[in-house]
């Protein structure tokens, strides 16, 4: 490799390092609002996976790919009001719970499938039904790098973040000052799913076609991208970028140098293990994470 | 305590019964099939167990289906399909089949290989074939293609092709069967231009590589920025994610297994086609006219087994010069002049 050979190595690996990034920053930024208000939303995975097919079946069906990530927000934000329901008022384990709509959702989305295209697994996406190109990038790259900061300043610069963090920490004091603690993680759990349905949606719209379980462990990804940022807008975004950037490099690095591709491949697994063992220092989570609040 | 768990029931439960409404309200629009079937199959059933991919991947699972369905059309048989989510259902699927006394249970692909040999074994009576490998057991038939003589003619198309020097190989799972493919391909690549740079990548190591479209089109846009012009898959429906990179591009992929060429018009190069339709079609129509055997069965060039697909969608951007090569390399593999090597002759027989 000469110079010119070593920058569009760099550049290909910018390029590609942020399209990966893409869907692990706005899954993760979801989780953030989720647990950040005290449920543990394990769920991510399979919301994207209901995001993916509903976006792909509403674009290709209304012929017009926004309105796809439009119903893949919405359906992230019902799917996510099922485990919000079940972690806040039935006080259900949540990651039963969110386990649970994981297994709903490869279940669900493989049946409708088969339905949608009489009986088959996966199907493709013409030139007109999938987002168009900004540049280098789907819209929806400047779209989750723009979120970082929006949700920023959602939930530390205004009112309503200040109650989300507060039902996140200590829910009791919150509700000794008249927040409404259930409500608030409703909602905030809501717009985790709105997010990690757009997240889903990317998909699709990248790869040109819907498949079975397509997200593949995303969600879980996301999830840990999450906990590597310790629970912060601007740290999810370094993780999702980093993740991003081993998975890049090691589908570039493939098939170089006779070693095995098993070899490349695991990178970005290990270094989820080595986020989540907290190697890299320990992460505080909320502390009412997990904890749903109890009656009076 | 047991507050908790209770809550922790209703939390289950809503899930379940949403899930359960939902399936309801969409399951009630299903057809019933109320065909009438004629032929000297009438009565006959045949069950096919589909490849953790499943219907859709416009290649392995679509055609083994197809067979299937001609087989119906044809010869009058039952036919019945099952679509496993995942390996370790494979075995209860064939072991059902088996129960309900089906006249041919087919597995397909070489995930089920174990499943199969345990099922067979279990009902000595019924009647099994298998693709893609080999089980030894006298009553499973093993269908095999000889897939590195196909990929090596759409290895010598592929280098030919590109102005570059460079072509890629999209693998799905990193298995033996696909690295047959990988080795017949990029022998036929250096066949034409000993110089031919393969890049050669695999979505994964999981049965989950063969569904996961957005890893392989990202591995193919990283070969085409590497300079490659041509990407052969070999990967079920993430080479959607191939073809698809390579119509964004204005570069070119191969197909596989089906012809694939319509998927993308002018930017699939050729498919590299193995007619599974056909094998599992002739394995229902030996047993339908008794003539069933157990034992190995290969499908290769000189049967038209294996070959390169040309069709009206590939016609322009396959010159006449293209086609004369590979005609005469075709004609050389089938008279022997060329050996093509097996990727099964290079690693110990329990691998394959």
Request: hydrophobic residues 45%.
């Amino acid at each position: 490799m000469g110079d010119s050979g070593v920058a569009l190595f760099f550049m290909t690996l910018l390029v590609s390092t942020l399209r990966k990034a893409t869907p692990l920053i706005l899954a993760s930024l979801g989780g953030f609002f989720s647990e950040k208000s005290g449920v543990v939303n394990i769920a991510l995975e399979g919301i994207m996976l209901f995001g993916a097919f509903v976006g792909a079946v509403v674009a290709q069906t209304t012929q017009n790919p926004w309105l796809g990530v439009l119903a893949a927000a919405g359906v992230g934000g019902a799917v996510a009001a099922i485990h919000a329901t079940a972690s806040i008022w039935f006080r259900a384990n949540q990651i039963v719970s969110g386990l649970g709509v994981n297994l709903l959702a490869v279940g669900a989305t493989i049946f409708l499938c088969e339905v949608y295209t009489g009986g088959q697994r996966s199907f493709m996406l013409s030139v007109s039904e999938k987002l168009p190109r900004w540049g280098p990038f789907l819209p929806l790259v400047y779209i989750a790098l723009l979120m970082v900061p929006v949700v920023y300043l959602m939930v530390y610069r205004t009112r309503q973040g200040l109650r989300l963090r507060a039902v996140g920490e200590h829910p009791e004091a919150a509700r000794t000052m008249g927040v409404d603690v259930q409500m608030t993680r409703f909602w905030a759990v809501v717009i985790s799913g709105v997010l990690a349905g757009v997240a889903g949606s990317f998909l699709p719209f990248f790869a040109g076609s819907f498949a079975k379980n397509m997200t593949n462990g995303l969600g879980y990804i996301a999830l840990g991208a999450l906990i590597f940022g310790r629970w912060t807008p601007w740290g999810a975004l370094a993780a999702s970028l980093l993740f991003g950037s081993a998975d890049a490099l090691q589908e570039m690095l493939q098939g170089r140098g006779g070693v095995p591709s098993q070899f490349f491949q695991m990178v970005p697994y290990v270094l989820t293990m080595v986020a989540l063992a907290g190697i890299v220092g320990r992460a505080i989570p909320p502390r009412a994470l997990g904890i749903p609040l109890r009656k009076e | 305590m047991y507050h908790a768990r209770r809550s922790t029931v209703s939390g289950i439960a809503l899930v379940l019964v949403t899930a359960a409404a939902l399936i309801c309200i969409i399951g009630c629009g299903k057809k019933k099939e109320t065909e009438v079937r004629q032929g000297p199959g009438v009565g006959m059933t045949a069950g096919v167990v589909l490849s953790v991919g499943g219907l859709g991947d416009k290649s392995f699972n679509d055609l083994a289906h197809a067979g299937l369905m001609k087989a119906a059309k044809d010869l009058g048989i039952r036919p019945v399909y099952g679509q496993p989510e995942q390996m370790a259902e494979d075995e209860k699927y064939l072991r059902d089949y088996a129960e309900q006394g089906f006249d041919l249970i087919v597995g397909v692909g070489f995930l089920m290989k174990t499943a199969v040999e345990e099922v067979a074994g279990e009902f000595p009576e019924s009647r099994f074939a298998i693709i893609d490998c080999i089980v030894e057991e006298p009553n499973v038939a093993s269908l095999v293609f000889r897939e590195h003589e196909g990929s090596f003619l759409v290895g010598a198309l592929a280098s030919m092709k590109t102005r570059t020097g460079k072509v890629g190989f999209v693998g799905g799972m990193d298995s033996p069967l696909i690295h047959r493919f990988e080795v017949g391909y990029t022998e036929g690549a250096k066949y034409v231009n000993p110089d031919t740079d393969v890049f050669i990548a695999y979505v994964g190591s999981h049965t989950g590589a063969f569904h996961d479209p957005v890893r392989g089109k990202s591995l193919a846009i990283s070969q085409f920025d590497r300079g490659a012009e041509v990407v052969f898959h070999a990967a079920g429906s993430s080479g959607n994610g191939v073809i698809d990179a390579a119509a964004e591009r204005g570069l070119y992929a191969i197909g596989v297994d089906a012809n694939q060429n319509y998927v993308a018009p002018g930017s699939v190069l050729t498919s590299m086609i193995k007619r599974v339709d056909v094998a599992v079609f002739r394995t229902i129509e030996e047993v339908v006219h008794g003539r069933f055997k157990g034992g190995l069965r290969e499908f290769g060039l000189a049967d038209d087994g294996v070959g390169y697909a040309l069709d009206e969608h590939n016609r322009d951007v396959i010159t006449p010069e293209m086609l004369a090569r590979v005609e005469e390399l075709k004609r050389k593999i089938v008279s022997g002049e060329i050996r093509v090597t097996d990727y099964y002759d290079t690693i110990a027989p329990d691998e394959s």
